[in-house]
Nanobody, 126 residues
């Protein structure tokens, strides 16, 4: 069971990126998936998470209205569309997955997740 986060890059403030979380060996349809990020010198934090049934969705307050998380069943990915990027969004972004529905109160907790990808760097700088 592996996860791969991809789509990171270097871009100017206001730009957009689309990150993808791609699994190996399983389908994400029945998994709760979370996107987390870790900036230099800071702890890893939850950015956006969606439960296996997609009934529970979490967005970090600072990304609401700018980031959108979605499932692409045809591609078997969970994507994070990031618009209006800011320098403070600079971080390594990780995707994580758990083979169960996670309740809203626990969906942003890192220990709720079983599998983690290797991370993709997003750098927003002018």
């Amino acid at each position: 069971v592996q996860l791969q986060a991809s789509g990171g890059g270097l871009l100017q403030p206001g730009g957009s990126l689309r990150l993808s979380c791609t699994p190996s060996g399983f389908t994400l349809d029945y998994y709760t998936v979370g996107w987390f990020r870790q900036a230099p010198g800071k702890e890893r934090e939850a950015v956006s998470c969606v439960s296996s049934s997609s009934t529970n969705t979490y967005y970090r307050e600072s990304v609401k209205g700018r980031f959108t998380m979605s499932r692409d069943k045809a591609k078997n990915t969970v994507d994070l569309q990031m618009d209006g990027l800011k320098p403070e969004d600079t971080a390594v972004y990780y995707c994580a997955a758990a083979p169960r529905r996670i309740i809203l109160s626990a969906i942003r907790t890192q220990t709720s997740y079983d599998y983690w990808g290797q991370g993709t760097q997003v750098t927003v700088s002018s």
